[in-house]
């Protein structure tokens, strides 16, 4: 059996999946893992694989290949490759759902959309890492000002049905009209419409710089936030496919070029065991 | 002698001021009293006014009331209201007769303004849509390095290895104070790399309007001296910062009130 792992370090989470390929060429996945990032992203990346490694009930050895993306992939220092989270989200998006052209990612500290061809391979794409707005960082703020917990704030907004009106995306600003929002008493559930419809409209105007086309995938931790991506939908107008895996796409996309990757390296010699042995003579 | 308070209700502060004039004499302030904004404006705005007048010793009565800020509408009881820019401009000079630009940096706002050789409003750029540059951008920062924020800016003038900070944005910062700090470096020098970040986007902001000959520097972020070292060492011209750099909008409000109360006086009573 061959395994291959992608690492993604994120800002906020590293996620790591491991890929099994079962000779047919149908890759699998055995195994996702998630660790804190926190200060320490070279530990955290270790951390990760490492712990994803003992889940599959495989040695670090038995693992052929790693790619490693998002922002702090070059830090994993036993990374075989890097891949940028751009490919990686547009190539595991295309292998969750075959007719992805278009990829949403919301992150803890960054959001891109993401223009797709028939092969899971990169068009286009605009990136937003300047603004902490589109970001599961104002979430986190929003939910903390609240009084709430991040998991709370989209099933709350859901139940929204009067949104006040957010006249700011800054996550520091919003702060204010929370606050005063909540001193005139306004329900918690339509405040929270009202961040979340502010947020999908800010992350849309960005997205529309590609091209909109069907099918939408959204992934990225912020995929896990239900009142996120109905007002997505909402805003967007079409039904966005959003995966349980939502939160992994780019650890599975690194974890399929590594699969791919190891086959070359395989057929080239210089797959990783060969490299680990031969180092010594 | 005439009486006029000008408040200037701020996204942080509000803070109130009372101006004697008349006789010819320069208006002089003679009471000033501040209150925090939170979310009721009008009672902000009262409190504030009632500590100047208070301080003054005068009666409410007696003031016409200039207001200015952002919740400059939210006093019911004022007599005229000015806007911000008008305001600084007007109390920039006022204060500092050399003034060409004025930086005013609050709370929530950077607003750079050039004035006319007459002191009016020539141009003016601000940035209060988001937090990058504004005075807030400092506030979570102190918060963060568990920092007094009246200790900020001379802290920053003990740095020796300032660390850059490239994130714009005051969110994304705090991700990179939060690495600068487990890398282990001095919170001098930290607190110096976000003044610097601050100034260029300050210098960025003047430099769209003019820099001028001589710069007003205003606002609360203004009480800073940080702030004010890392402004002299970019503009290449004085940055000059009143004794009582918040105040000022307040001050201006005050004498635009003043000019309207005169105004007044001098037309002929209708009907």
């Known amino acids: ?281 | 002698m005439r009486l006029v308070a000008g408040i200037d209700i701020g996204s942080g502060l509000t803070k109130a001021v009372v101006l004697q004039a008349g006789g010819g004499a320069t208006p002089q302030v003679i009471g000033r009293g501040t209150a925090k904004t939170g979310v009721q404006l009008e009672r902000a705005a009262h409190q504030a006014l009632e500590a100047a007048t208070r301080q003054a010793g005068v009666k409410l009565v007696d003031v016409y009331i200039a207001t200015t800020g952002f919740g400059r509408y939210a006093a019911p009881f004022r007599d005229i209201q000015a806007t911000d820019i008008t305001s600084a401009a007007r109390g920039a000079r006022f204060l500092i007769p050399g003034t060409t630009t004025v930086l005013d940096i609050g709370s929530q706002s950077t607003r750079a303004i050039r004035l006319t050789e007459a002191g009016r409003v020539a141009q003016f750029k601000s940035n209060d849509k988001c937090a990058a540059g504004s005075g807030s951008f400092i506030l979570r920062a102190a918060k963060y390095l568990e920092v007094k924020l009246e200790d900020v800016g001379d802290l920053a003038l003990k740095a020796e290895n300032p660390q850059p900070i490239s994130s714009v944005c005051a969110v994304l910062a705090e991700s990179e104070i939060i690495n600068h700090v487990s890398a282990g470096v001095s919170v001098e020098d930290i607190l110096r790399g976000i003044y610097d970040s601050l100034a260029d986007r300050a210098s960025l902001l003047l430099k769209r309007v003019g820099i001028g000959s001589e710069i007003a520097f205003i606002g609360g972020v203004a009480r800073q001296r940080g702030m004010i070292r890392a402004l002299a060492g970019r503009l290449g011209v004085p940055v000059r910062v009143p004794d009582t750099a918040d105040e000022v909008c307040a001050v201006g409000a005050a004498l635009l009130g003043l000019k309207r109360m005169e105004a007044r006086e001098s037309a002929p009573a209708l009907g």
Not at chain 1, 26 to 35: A, F, K, N, Q, S
Not at chain 1, 129 to 156: H, I
Not at chain 1, 217 to 246: C, F, H, W, Y
Request: charged fraction near 20%.
């Open chain 1, 1 to 281: 059996m061959r395994y291959a792992a992608g690492v993604d370090v994120g800002s906020t989470q590293t996620k790591s999946v491991i890929m099994r390929d079962n000779g047919d060429g149908t890759p699998e996945i055995v195994v996702r893992g998630l660790v804190d990032t926190g200060a320490n992203v070279q530990k955290a990346a270790e951390h990760g694989f490492h712990q994803a490694c003992r889940e599959a009930g495989i040695s670090a050895q038995q693992v052929g290949f790693v790619v490693g993306t998002g922002y702090g992939r070059y830090k994993i220092a036993f990374g075989n490759a890097q891949m940028t989270e751009i490919s990686c989200h547009a190539r595991g998006a295309h292998f969750i759902y075959p007719n992805t052209r278009t990829v949403i990612d919301m992150g803890g500290q960054d959001s891109k959309a993401i223009s797709v061809g028939a092969e899971g391979e990169v068009l286009d794409f605009v990136m937003n890492d300047k603004c902490a707005a589109g970001t599961g960082r104002f979430l986190a703020n929003a939910a903390e000002v609240m009084g709430l917990s991040l998991d709370e704030v989209g099933p709350l907004s859901l139940q929204g049905t009067r949104p006040v009106k957010i006249t700011t995306v800054c996550t520091v600003f919003v702060e204010s009209d929370i606050l005063s929002y909540l001193a005139q008493e306004k329900k918690a559930e339509d405040i929270l419409r009202g961040v979340h419809l502010a947020i999908a409209r800010r992350t849309v105007s960005l997205a529309r710089r590609v091209p909109l086309e069907a099918e939408l995938t959204m992934t990225g931790g912020v995929a896990r936030n239900i009142g996120m991506v109905k007002a997505l939908e909402e805003v967007l107008g079409v039904t966005l496919q959003v995966s349980p895996d939502a939160h992994y796409v780019g650890a599975i996309g690194a974890a399929l070029f590594a699969l791919e990757k190891m086959d070359q390296s395989f057929e080239s010699g210089i797959w990783r065991g060969a490299h680990a042995t031969g180092s010594g003579h």
